[in-house]
Structure formats: C-alpha cells, structure tokens
C-alpha cells in the first residue's frame, strides 16, 4: 500500500511517500525557520501563508522523489492535530482534496503518535509493548505502547515542554530560534557543572515533567550576572542542557522499568539532542534496556511519520470524511 503523508502543524511543510508503513521512499520537509527567526518563535498567521506557498510543490517533490505518480497513491494521510489551526488546516483541507480527486480514501492522523511510531520507519523496530519518550517543541510525555495505534500516557509536562524550555532559554542568550539545535552544539564546548541549575523532577515516582522553573533559573542567573553571563554562555547552556536530559532519561528509563519493558524508544524534535542520545543509551544499558532513536532528520517533524501510521489506521477501516475537522490540543 503506497501512502502519501502530509505534516504542516507547525513550522514545517512536508510531505512524503511511504510503502507499506515502513519503506520511506520520499520525504520532503520545507522548513519555514527563516521565516519565524527574526521573531525568536514561529509566528501562526506567517506559518499558514508558508504552507499555502509551499504545499503544492512540496506534495509534487515528494511523489517525483518517490519515483510515483499520483495514479500509484492508495491513500492520502494527513496531521489532523495537535498544532496551529490554521496551519492545520492547509494540509488538512489539501489532503481532502487530494483524496477526493483522486478518488482514494484520506484519513487524519494524531501528530503525537505518529512521532511515536516513527521508530517503525527505521531498522530494527521495537517490539510492543514498548515505552516511548516523546520530546519535541509542543510536548512532552511519556507512553506505554501496545499497538501502533493505541498508547496510554503516563506522564506529561504541567508547563512548558522540552523543546520550548531549549527555544525560550536560546532566545534569552540571544542565540537564535530554533534553540534546540544550537544549544546541543555549544553546550559541547561547555562545562556542565559549571553553572548548575536544579533538576525538576517533581515527585521522582510519576512522570509528570516541569520545565519552566529551570528556564526561569538560568533567567534568573542571567540577571544576577549581567556583565558577566555574556563570557558563560557556554557552561550556562551546558548546565541547562544536562539538567533537562538528566530529567528526561531519569524519568524515561523508570517508566519502562516499572512497566517491566525492554524496550525505549525516545521521539519527537528534540530526541535529535545528541547528549540525551548519548546518556540514555549508556545509562539504559545498564538496565539491560534497548534504546530505539530514529535518525535525526526523522526525530522533528516529517510527513513520513504521518504516512506510516495512516498505513495501520487504513488497515483497520479507519478513514476520515469529508467533514472532519482539525483539533489544535491534544487528544491522547
Ligand atoms: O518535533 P518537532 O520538530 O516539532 C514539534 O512537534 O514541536 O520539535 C521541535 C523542537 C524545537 O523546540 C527544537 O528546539 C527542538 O525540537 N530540537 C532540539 C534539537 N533539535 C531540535 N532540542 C534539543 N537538541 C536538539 N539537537
Ligand atoms: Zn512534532
């Protein structure tokens, strides 16, 4: 079954062509990061207009990239939510047209479990049961999954998620949007126990996450500092950084421990960190765990993701109808 997915609930237009909900023959991603840098964060009416401008092309890159003609598609999967309505609503009302013209079903896809069934696209997939991180701009959580299309959360951030404390920390620093990359790279030439900050892990038995406090820490240390911080700036982000994945391995390694699986797998945006990567794999070796990280370029957003999932949800007789809608909070 050749799937064509379409992701635009953010900040990227992308689209791809999957086979069989694991053979990734395209994957476009249109990254809009120009776009919203000079505002330090994505700005939703200049994000809609960027997913006018770039869907079609991006949608006809994906399938000359496949090697496919619209002809060969079964089905259209699409983000239905969470994310910006009105970016939403570009690939949402696209793909309904798409499917409608081509008189093949469309069914909308959850964004979040699409990050989490991404570990399917890559070699080597876990096993179900298995425990499931997700990290990224929007969210974070932990999952306990059983199927590819069914997961129960067992914890999740009460504020800011991961991927937003890195971005509003970077923006504080005057580093630029998105902050997550950024932060990763300098933070290796810092020193983490420099400048520490405290680890929130809120009550060490659930996996509930807080991240606004350690991003109102390094605030705080900033203005104590003012003439000073600018020299720091490395050690501050390194401190940063290893407070949040301390947290986040912690945090991720329990879950599965206590939910008796062997397998981990840690999604979403910032699953690219390359210290979280590094920590988790080692410290989870020593639970006689399996870390499952998808390569970078599939951990942010892609349409390959969306593709994969939508070839199970097709599988069990779901599909989408003409008058769904989109939904901008999560369901899970
Ligand atoms: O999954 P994603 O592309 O979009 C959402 O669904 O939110 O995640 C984007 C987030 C951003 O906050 C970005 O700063 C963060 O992932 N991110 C990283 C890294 N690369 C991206 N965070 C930490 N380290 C990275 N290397
Ligand atoms: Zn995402």
Do not use: W
Not at 12 to 21: F, M, S
Not at 204 to 219: L, M, P, R
Not at 281 to 292: M, Y
Request: some cysteine; hydrophobic content about 40%; charged content about 20%.
């Amino acid at each position: 079954m050749i799937i064509l997915g379409i992701e635009t609930s953010c900040d990227e237009t992308a689209a791809a062509v999957v086979a069989d909900g694991h053979r990734c023959m395209s994957s476009v991603v249109f990254s809009q990061i120009e776009v919203h840098h000079p505002f330090g964060g994505v700005v939703p009416e200049l994000a809609s207009r960027k997913h006018i401008e770039g869907i079609v092309p991006v949608v006809n890159r994906s399938l000359q990239q496949a090697g496919v003609t619209k002809k060969e598609l079964d089905a259209v999967a699409v983000t239905q939510g969470p994310g910006l309505v009105g970016a939403l609503l570009v690939g949402f009302s696209f793909a309904k047209a798409y499917a409608y013209g081509l008189n093949i079903p469309y069914v909308g896809i959850d964004h979040l479990q699409a990050h989490v069934n991404t570990v399917f696209l890559e070699e080597n997939p876990p096993p179900f049961p298995y425990v499931a991180l997700l990290a990224s701009g929007g969210h974070t959580a932990i999952y306990y999954v059983t199927d590819h299309t069914r997961m129960e959360l067992l914890g999740q951030t009460r504020d800011d998620a991961a991927g937003e404390a890195y971005d509003k920390v970077s923006r504080m620093l005057g580093l630029g949007y998105p902050g997550g990359r950024m932060i990763d790279a300098l933070a290796r030439k810092g020193d983490p126990e420099k400048v520490m900050f405290t680890r929130p892990y809120l009550n060490k038995t659930d996996y509930d996450f807080s991240f606004s406090g350690i991003k109102t820490a390094v605030n705080r240390y900033i203005q104590k500092h003012p003439d000073t911080y600018r020299k720091q700036i490395a050690d501050i982000v390194s401190g940063f950084q290893e407070a949040v994945v301390e947290v986040l391995c912690f945090k991720a390694i329990q879950a599965a421990i206590e939910k008796k699986c062997r397998h981990l797998a840690l999604v979403g945006g910032v699953a690219a960190n390359s210290r979280l990567r590094e920590k988790t794999t080692r410290d989870a070796a020593d639970h006689q765990l399996t870390v499952h990280i998808p390569s970078p370029k599939l951990c942010g957003d892609n349409a390959a993701m969306i593709a994969a999932l939508g070839y199970h949800y097709l599988k069990e007789g779901k599909r989408s109808e003409l008058d769904d809608d989109v939904y901008s909070r999560s369901r899970k």
